[in-house]
């Protein structure tokens, strides 16, 4: 099992990515990214810290661990040469902050990240058709999230990806210990927003032969 979206107190979590690791592990995960927000004010920061902490994370551990970023609350036109600049400093986890409907987002975040190299674009909100279909033909996850408030268009996003054939993601948006739910209770999530247990299986299936394809 995986999480995918995480943050620390390098951003606007409240644990050291090391307990946020150990948390995760305690439920039952077997790979998480840390994810902290970045911008151009910080993403060396982000990006050094997070590689220096998976760098020294133990290879034996019973958890594996991602070096990941979600830029955040971009003006359009920088979601591609950060993506592009954290890609090349070796994050792995690339999340574009989409147009959830609880925070003002630039309209158009949605399509402008999508359109840069990112794996995930989270809680996407009211997406729509075109975007969704581009997310497709990019092979980039469309996030079913937990997180209080994003989570209100999960069943949207479900409806649009599932007519499209776009790929979805099953992600908690973690911030502090109460956000780390167990597997079981992520999978709810998911069946509340309209998906199936076989759709379920398939998203894990797509994500495992993602992460299959990532040295970690």
Not at 182 to 191: C, T
Request: charged share 25%.
């Amino acid at each position: 099992m995986y999480n995918l979206h995480c943050h620390s107190l390098l951003s606007d979590g409240v644990l050291l990515p090391s307990e946020i690791a150990v948390r995760y592990a305690d439920k039952g995960y077997k790979v998480i990214a840390i994810t902290d927000h970045a911008d151009y004010s910080n993403i060396d920061l982000i990006i050094n810290a997070i590689l220096e902490f998976t760098e020294h994370w133990p290879k034996d551990s019973r958890i594996k661990v991602l070096p990941g970023i979600e830029l955040t609350h971009l003006p359009l036109e920088q979601f591609k040469p950060l993506a592009k600049y954290a890609r090349r400093k070796g994050i792995k986890i690339i999340i574009g902050h989409g147009e959830t409907l609880v925070e003002p987002v630039i309209k158009g975040t949605n399509r402008a990240a999508l359109e840069a190299d990112i794996d995930i674009l989270a809680h996407p909100g009211l997406i729509s058709d075109d975007e969704v279909k581009l997310a497709k033909k990019k092979g980039i996850f469309l996030e079913i999230t937990s997180r209080k408030g994003h989570c209100d268009t999960n069943p949207h996003v479900v409806e649009q990806a599932l007519k499209a054939g776009a790929r979805l993601i099953l992600n908690t948006d973690s911030h502090s210990p109460e956000d780390i739910i167990s597997p079981e209770q992520l999978k709810n999530i998911a069946l509340k927003a309209g998906l199936n247990s076989d759709e379920i299986d398939k998203i894990y299936k797509d994500v495992d032969g993602f992460l299959g394809k990532i040295s970690y």
